[in-house]
């Protein structure tokens, strides 16, 4: 895989669904089952602290992770269908929470 090739899409749709898909749905979540339902326990203490420090420090580190996956994902000649899968597997976490958010 060339070095030159960009990974920004990727990153942008790993971005969105792990971070403010996620953030987002998962706040809904807890107002709805409550912040103990989350099994996330780090998640669970952010929520604990307030919906915009979980927000803010979900988005936070979702954003430090993206910064990194170009580099990763070329360290490794990572094909494209890996971040995109991983973006999907973003989205589908946010689809369950709305599921819990709806049922």
Known sequence: MSSDRSRAGETAAIFTSHG???AAT???AARVAGVDAEANPVVRELLALGELPAALAM???VGLCCGAWP???DAVDAPEWV???IATIGAV???VNLVVVFA
């Open 93 to 95: 976490v946010a689809a």
């Open 71 to 73: 580099i990763a994902a």
């Open 20 to 22: 403010a898909l996620d």
């Open 26 to 28: 998962t706040i809904l």
């Open 83 to 85: 971040g995109l899968g």
């Open 59 to 61: 988005v936070a580190v």
